[in-house]
């Protein structure tokens, strides 16, 4: 009885861990400054209050769905992963995904490095350099001990995170709840928040937040290593439920907070909302440098999954070459200094395409990801759905047959 406790505890907290590896990596930087939630919520009206529940549901369905696949066939990283669920269309689908998830590990941590060396360095007063080098210290060490440790690392950091946003937002949607609520009716009348050209319609904002899921879609090969340590299936779906109501429960939050601030003309000039939401509201002397350490740890959190992800690839890769190539499995002192070379070329690389200027070339890139991936992870996953229910379904006719 106490060890099927120990193993239902044991389960939850992989799952609740599982989870949090999914929200700091959905919530990095853009949403911490609050300009994920105007981009692509709020600008598009009243149903800003429904789509980010819609955007969550999609997202979350979908990593379950690839999920469950990396749990039932042991495919532990992105490629293992793509070169098993496109079968015969691998050689096509698995180096597309590498392609996008490679400009994707170039994207996210070194926006790290840049976004968050420049809010810490404006915080504390410390070069600009020398922030920089403290996060990419940061994430080398945590990224080099591997899945378990970038596993606690997201689950300490997404309390904090959570936390920090519901110290700025609360009292802020308490003090301001006439200015909310005001704004709630404007959009349900069509009067759209400042900044916006869009018509208020349903069709545009379902489809804006389905972007949204879209693009948080790509990174969902960094989620197949969590699976590893899992008994059941059952662990993979409550993963999913707890991200869905984390993620849901805190964008929303989000959402409410910011409309406080959706009319007001120095909007246009603000690249971080929450600011101005502090500013019109209360704790501006104290909330101003928490949202500043917010954006850090989101874009540092984000960073370091990106990047656990495509060492769990390449280590993964490196190993099974060596094992076939010398017919001996490859020891423990091997691993690491696979691991450690891996972490530390990603690590560098990613500091410098942020210290070399490289981010605008980079957003080039990353302009086409939503597209992307709805040819190698949307559309092959809702097809995989069909046709798994398809084959499930009993043939009409065979049941009498058999009678």
């Known amino acids: 009885m106490k060890e099927k406790t120990q193993n239902a505890g044991r389960g939850a907290s992989l799952a609740m861990g599982v989870a949090f590896v999914g929200f700091t990596t959905q919530f990095g930087g853009g949403f911490a400054s609050g300009a994920q939630i105007y981009q692509y919520f709020i600008h598009y009206g009243f149903w800003a209050l429904l789509t980010p529940f819609i955007a969550q549901a999609l997202l979350s369905l979908f990593y379950w769905y690839g999920?469950?696949?990396?749990?039932?066939?042991?495919?532990?990283?992105?490629?293992?992963?793509?070169?098993?669920?496109?079968?015969?269309?691998?050689?096509?689908?698995?180096?597309?995904?590498?392609?996008?998830?490679?400009?994707?590990?170039?994207?996210?941590?070194?926006?790290?490095?840049?976004?968050?060396g420049s809010t810490l360095s404006s915080l504390t007063g410390i070069p600009y350099i020398w922030c920089t080098l403290l996060i990419g210290a940061f994430i080398f060490v945590i990224t080099l001990f591997g899945t378990d440790i970038v596993r606690k690392c997201s689950s300490v950091l997404s309390v904090v995170i959570i936390c920090g946003l519901l110290i700025v937002l609360v009292p802020n949607i308490?003090?301001?709840?006439?200015?909310?609520?005001?704004?709630?009716?404007?959009?349900?009348?069509?009067?759209?928040?400042?900044?916006?050209?869009?018509?208020?319609?349903?069709?545009?904002?379902?489809?804006?937040?389905?972007?949204?899921?879209?693009?948080?879609?790509?990174?969902?090969?960094?989620?197949?290593?969590?699976?590893?340590?899992?008994?059941?299936?059952?662990?993979?779906?409550?993963?999913?439920?707890?991200?869905?109501?984390?993620?849901?429960?805190?964008?929303?939050?989000a959402v409410f907070g910011l409309l406080a601030v959706a009319y007001q003309p120095e909007l246009s000039g603000y690249s971080v909302p929450m600011l101005l939401l502090v500013k019109t509201g209360v704790g501006k002397t104290v909330l101003t440098?928490?949202?500043?350490?917010?954006?850090?740890?989101?874009?540092?959190?984000?960073?370091?999954?990106?990047?656990?992800?495509?060492?769990?690839?390449?280590?993964?890769?490196?190993?099974?070459?060596?094992?076939?190539?010398?017919?001996?499995a490859v020891t423990a002192s091997q691993h690491q200094k696979f691991q450690t070379v891996t972490v530390l070329v990603f690590t560098?690389?990613?500091?410098?395409?942020?210290?070399?200027?490289?981010i605008p070339l980079v957003k080039t890139g990353y302009s086409y990801i939503g597209y992307a991936t709805l040819i190698v992870i949307v559309i092959p996953f809702i097809v995989h759905m069909i046709v798994g229910c398809v084959k499930k379904q009993p043939v009409m006719g065979s049941e009498a047959a058999e009678n």
């Open 67 to 116: 999920m469950r696949y990396a749990y039932r066939h042991k495919t532990y990283d992105y490629r293992s992963f793509c070169d098993s669920f496109y079968g015969k269309t691998r050689v096509v689908f698995s180096n597309l995904y590498e392609i996008e998830y490679f400009v994707m590990v170039c994207m996210a941590p070194a926006v790290a490095f840049a976004t968050g």
């Open 289 to 328: 440098p928490l949202i500043s350490v917010l954006i850090i740890l989101g874009a540092v959190s984000t960073g370091v999954n990106m990047i656990a992800g495509i060492v769990e690839r390449i280590v993964h890769g490196a190993e099974k070459s060596v094992e076939k190539r010398k017919a001996q």
């Open 348 to 358: 560098l690389m990613t500091f410098g395409i942020a210290q070399f200027g490289l």
């Open 174 to 253: 308490i003090v301001q709840r006439d200015t909310i609520a005001q704004a709630v009716a404007n959009l349900s009348q069509g009067i759209m928040p400042v900044g916006s050209s869009q018509s208020g319609s349903f069709g545009s904002a379902l489809w804006r937040g389905c972007v949204y899921g879209i693009f948080q879609l790509t990174a969902i090969g960094l989620m197949y290593q969590h699976v590893r340590g899992m008994k059941s299936e059952k662990e993979v779906a409550k993963s999913m439920i707890y991200m869905f109501v984390i993620d849901a429960a805190v964008m929303e939050l």
